[in-house]
């Protein structure tokens, strides 16, 4: 099991930055990806940045540019850095961890934190 716990949201400006943490817990060296997503009510959840063990990464169109993705493994935390926030970044992010086996993998998800941009 991995236990996964965001904080950083919060009440910003366009232009602004934020940073977004994701701290994790249980069997965490089982994880393959770790990922972030964003979602608004009545809207399908959406991905925003994924890294794997490997360190590959890869973005949202939308956010290319503006967010980093990065993981602290002595800290056993994932970090999304938000720079140039724009009013459509505004949603709730949800931290993502999965592992990678077969009929077996699994996936696990924070409680999520809210992102409110305001113009």
């Known amino acids: 099991q991995v236990q996964l716990m965001e904080s950083g949201g919060g009440l910003v400006q366009a232009g602004e930055s934020l940073r977004l943490s994701c701290a994790a817990s249980g069997s965490v060296d089982s994880i393959d990806a770790w990922g972030w997503y964003r979602q608004n009510p009545g809207e399908a959840r959406e991905l925003v940045a994924i890294?794997?063990?490997?360190?590959?990464?890869d973005y949202a169109d939308s956010v290319k540019g503006r967010f980093t993705i990065s993981r602290d493994g002595a800290r056993n935390t994932v970090n999304l850095q938000m720079d140039n926030l724009r009013p459509e970044d505004t949603a709730v992010y949800y931290c993502?961890?999965?592992?990678?086996?077969?009929?077996?993998?699994?996936?696990?998800w924070g409680q999520g934190t809210q992102v409110t941009v305001s113009s």
């Open positions: 993502n961890a999965h592992r990678d086996r077969g009929l077996r993998s699994r996936t696990y």
């Open positions: 890294m794997t063990n490997g360190g590959n990464r």
